[in-house]
T-cell receptor
Framework: ETGVTQTPRHLVMGMTNKKSLKCEQH?????MYWYKQSAKKPLELMFVYNFKEQTENNSVPSRFSPECPNSSHLFLHLHTLQPEDSALYLC???????????????FGEGSWLTVV | AQTVTQSQPEMSVQEAETVTLSCTYD???????LFWYKQPPSRQMILVIRQEAYKQQNATENRFSVNFQKAAKSFSLKISDSQLGDAAMYFC?????????????FGTGTRLTIIP
């Protein structure tokens, strides 16, 4: 248990569906991240939020829509996805105390997404 | 942009023996952090060990140690007395010290198999 909880753990959705992934951290962190992990590829950073504000969008298609209502919660809204979007989506968080603080990024267990 | 390369897609080692996983990276920064993460079948990314680039001393965590060669931009992980529970994917990761750029850049991973 690392304090970063992701739900659902598994999700199967059709290309026309709308669904959401949820991430919650209980660590008092103020930075949250979405990563995508596909087979045989490095983990890809998707979005970064610091103090609820999006600070990075790594050229992610608009069919992925993040939402960060507060520093403890992060959502990834999914709509009209493609089969190639099937992957493990990992949420992570960190305490951004100061520049170069070296704090550790903690990960959740991931949400397996299958688009059919 | 920083890149991380893990040239060994798969490695295996006899239980109780020692194994070394390789990682090289490319950066123009002089100060940064390097990490090894472990991802077991549960898919949760677990921090194994971290190294601050300004420190010459190699980091050690129980059976895990690194060989950090800054000039060569090399960061290998040595696992001593390998145990069955060490079987997992191992990812090398880089992180800048620049405030607001604390995202992790990952390699493609090395799958480690422990032979009983």
């Amino acid at each position: 248990e690392t304090g970063v909880t992701q739900t659902p753990r598994h999700l199967v959705m059709g290309m026309t569906n709308k669904k959401s992934l949820k991430c919650e951290q209980h660590l008092g962190h103020n930075a949250m991240y979405w990563y995508k992990q596909s087979a045989k590829k490095p983990l890809e950073l998707m979005f970064v939020y610091n103090f609820k504000e999006q600070t990075e969008n790594n050229s992610v298609p608009s069919r992925f829509s993040p939402e960060c209502p507060n520093s403890s919660h992060l959502f990834l809204h999914l709509h009209t996805l493609q089969p190639e979007d099937s992957a493990l989506y990992l949420c992570a968080s960190m305490l951004e105390a100061s520049a170069g603080s070296g704090n550790t990024i903690y990960f959740g267990e991931g949400s397996w997404l299958t688009v059919v | 942009a920083q890149t991380v390369t893990q040239s060994q897609p798969e490695m295996s080692v006899q239980e109780a023996e020692t194994v070394t996983l390789s990682c090289t990276y490319d950066t123009s920064e002089s100060d940064y952090y390097l990490f090894w993460y472990k991802q077991p079948p549960s898919r949760q990314m677990i921090l194994v060990i971290r190294q601050e680039a300004y420190k010459q001393q190699n980091a050690t965590e129980n059976r895990f140690s690194v060989n950090f060669q800054k000039a060569a931009k090399s960061f290998s992980l040595k696992i001593s007395d390998s145990q069955l529970g060490d079987a997992a994917m191992y990812f090398c990761a880089y992180r800048s010290t620049n405030f607001g750029n604390e995202k992790l850049t990952f390699g493609t991973g090395t799958r480690l198999t422990i032979i009983p």
